[in-house]
């Protein structure tokens, strides 16, 4: 008789050495393992690569996973093999014999996961039909989103795969809004998946607002009271990340600027140092985000607004992946709100995009507003409504303090808002 199926919790321990599933980890498993097509929506950090990884290993043939970062890609097919799981990539930083390696393990039928780059999806049907694929999973979906901010023309071709081979699709993501989701939706399946949107709080994270009144200054006292902390300052400007980054040096801190303005190697140079360094602080705009792999950041301030609720949550998302406590704090001033409202306005996206941006920027602004604990009202946004009061931000720990010197700057924002609220 045929060995007994190995059961999930089993292959968690013996394979990838977990004690337990993370919040909403063990459902997503069970319905990508029955075959089922699933849009799973998971906090940054939240382990959605385990979600695609362990059902790959519970299912015959192969698992194609799709990724848009080469460097995340090797690192997990890396850690894979560490964990004896014979894995794979097709990418173009391969070297010959990698893809020789790869296509000999696809031959004699070993390789459960295949990692491909987007930009070898063309091409790759007759590959894949000649292959046993049973799941195509997608990470960072949200790259399918022609209005959101990764958008990768290559992901557009999956759905056309997908029908080809006739597969299951497993698609994640951290975006969580609604046009997001639904336009994931359209394009990677053609019936309404399973969708799985939960675990959103992260507990171990403080969350903070403040008005701005002398932001260079807010920002250093800030980073002054926590030394040799590792932390992010996300910047509205490529200038103000080298303003800041300046004045923190000035100040006795390690601190590096980042943004898409720098050559590869550089930028490449200040991602290795942040991960192997101590205590360094990066001040960068929203390009240094989705390769970030860090898991001790111990605090990401905002030196500026960011865009909305959703960039806010997967900016700060990226402290305290280790689960220990980590901090927040987000600056927000009149001219960030019209900077912000401009960007919308002036943009190239249609119309009901536009009002769509408009919205999820009025969310953040609710935010920095709320009058009672921060994490309900985001909670709320994000669809879990009824949390108690978390005790873990501003308000929570010292409610009323927003009476004082800042109540005109709040009353003008109020006021502000409603004005241009649509
Ligand atoms: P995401 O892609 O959702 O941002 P990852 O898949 O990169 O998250 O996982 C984040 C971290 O959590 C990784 O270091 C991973 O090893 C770890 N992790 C994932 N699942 C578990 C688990 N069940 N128990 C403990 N650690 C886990
Ligand atoms: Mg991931
Ligand atoms: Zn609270």
Excluded at 220 to 228: H, K, M, T
């Amino acid at each position: 008789s045929s060995a007994p199926e190995p059961r999930a919790p089993d292959l968690l321990a013996s394979v990838f050495g977990f004690e337990s599933f993370r919040p909403g980890q063990g459902e997503i498993v069970e319905s990508v393992t029955a075959g089922r097509n699933v849009l799973a929506i998971m906090p940054t950090g939240g382990g959605k690569s385990l979600c695609y990884q362990l059902p790959a290993l519970m299912r015959e043939g192969v698992t194609v996973v799709i990724s848009p970062l080469i460097a995340l890609m090797r690192d997990q097919v890396r850690a894979l093999r560490e964990n004896g799981v014979e894995a794979g990539a097709l990418t173009s930083a391969n070297t010959p014999e990698e893809t020789e390696e790869v296509f000999a393990a696809l031959d004699e039928g070993r390789l459960k996961l295949l990692y491909m780059a987007p930009e070898r999806l063309s091409g790759a049907e007759r590959l894949l039909r000649r292959i046993n694929v049973t799941l195509l999973a997608v990470d960072e979906a949200h790259c399918v989103s022609q209005w959101g901010h990764d958008f990768r023309p290559d992901y557009l071709r999956i759905g056309e795969l997908r029908r080809a081979l006739g597969v299951q699709v497993a698609a994640f993501t951290a975006t969580a809004d609604e046009d997001t989701r639904a336009e994931i939706i359209t394009r990677l399946f053609d019936a309404e998946p399973e969708v799985f949107l939960r675990g959103f709080d992260r507990p171990n994270l403080y969350l903070a607002f403040e008005p701005k009144q002398k932001p260079r200054e807010q920002i250093l006292g800030y980073v002054a009271a926590r030394p040799d902390r590792a932390g992010i300052i996300y910047c509205s400007s490529r200038s103000k990340t080298e303003a800041l980054a300046d004045a923190l040096r000035g100040s006795g801190r390690a601190a590096m600027a980042y943004h898409a303005g720098l050559a590869p190697d550089t930028r490449r140079d200040v991602e290795t140092a942040f991960q192997r360094e101590d205590g360094l602080i990066i001040c960068a705009t929203v390009a240094f985000g989705m390769g970030v792999d860090k898991p001790d950041i111990r605090f990401v301030a905002h030196a500026d607004l960011p865009k909305s609720v959703e960039a806010y949550y997967q900016e700060i998302g990226r402290a305290g992946r280790d689960g220990a406590p980590a901090e927040t704090l987000t600056l927000f001033g009149m001219d960030d709100i019209r900077l912000r409202r401009t960007q919308i306005d002036e943009g190239v996206a249609p119309p009901e995009r536009k009002q769509a941006d408009h919205a999820r920027l009025n969310a953040l602004l609710a935010l920095a507003e709320a009058p009672v604990c921060r994490r309900q009202t985001l909670l709320a946004y994000f669809g879990e409504s009824g949390a108690p009061p978390c005790g873990n931000c501003d308000l929570c720990r010292a409610p009323g303090m927003l009476f004082d010197g800042t109540e005109a700057v709040r009353k003008a924002l109020s006021a502000m808002l409603r004005t241009e609220e649509r």
